[in-house]
């Protein structure tokens, strides 16, 4: 397992710059499976997850309105679940390592805030360990000293990318973690090379065009959320990040490119 290397604020938030965690991605993808980055395709979540990071996935409701979407565990911990039937929350023994997911991601419609979600938590988990965890792992965050939650609280703003991103202002810690767990989920769920990939097939031959029209950018859009399985949202996110210009850019029939 690649682990990437960092320096850290003097609250022990990682200082990372985006191009940083774009290489880190990378080189994570390349090592987990190197297939990810010869053709544009899903990455499997569960897997990634299970048998690279070495993390349980649990399911439960994690508030009383699917608020929380999801929470990376950093420590043997009680954390607290809402029990429908009995319309009140209680405490359930969590261990270290796992990921929780709302049982809301898994209704018909939620796959993409599902993987988003998903690959966040793996992003705390790879950078944000030390941060959570500090020099020694307390056995559980309710009867010791520790001053840090035993696990992330992740909600829908924090996952899920949106055209405001682009004007964030990260000022709390707060601001950064989830900025660098959404940054690297966006990062691996669309790696950059082949997203390149996709764009630069655009112009390719003049059989590849249709009418001579300029390529739509929504259609890239559709199709790289389609390829990719993510959210328009995200993947509209993603192409600001990689600073794709469609301005010369040629509509083609997707089917060609291996999109349809």
Avoid at 75 to 89: G, H, K, M, Q, T
């Amino acid at each position: 397992m690649i682990q990437p290397h960092f320096k850290t604020s003097i609250t022990g938030v990682p200082i990372l710059k985006n191009a940083a965690i774009e290489a880190d991605a990378e080189r994570i993808l390349r090592d987990y499976n190197p297939s990810l980055l010869d053709a544009p395709q899903a990455l499997d979540v569960d897997d990634f997850a299970e048998n690279y990071l070495g993390l349980r996935i649990h399911y439960d409701n994690l508030s009383h309105n699917g608020s929380i979407l999801g929470r990376m565990v950093f420590y043997n911990s009680r954390i607290p679940v809402y029990l429908p039937l009995l319309e009140r929350a209680e405490y359930c023994i969590v261990d270290a390592g796992t990921i929780l997911i709302d049982n809301s991601l898994e209704a018909e419609g939620r796959k993409a805030v599902f993987r988003s979600t998903m690959m966040h938590e793996c992003g705390h988990k790879v950078y944000h360990t030390q941060y959570y965890r500090g020099e020694s792992e307390p056995s559980t965050w309710l009867t010791s000293a520790c001053t840090k939650p035993p696990a992330t609280a992740c909600r829908y703003a924090d996952i899920t990318s949106s055209r405001s991103d682009e004007r964030l202002k990260l000022v709390s810690d707060h601001d950064w973690l989830e900025h660098q767990a959404k940054y690297f989920s966006s990062a691996m769920l669309m790696p950059a090379i082949m997203v390149r990939r996709v764009y630069d097939e655009l112009e390719i031959g003049e059989n590849m065009r249709i009418s001579g029209n300029k390529a739509s950018e929504l259609d890239f859009i559709f199709w790289l959320a389609n390829i990719f399985q993510v959210s328009n949202y995200s993947a509209e996110v993603r192409i600001r990040q990689l600073h794709l210009d469609f301005k010369s850019h040629k509509a083609v029939n997707p089917s060609m490119i291996g999109i349809a």
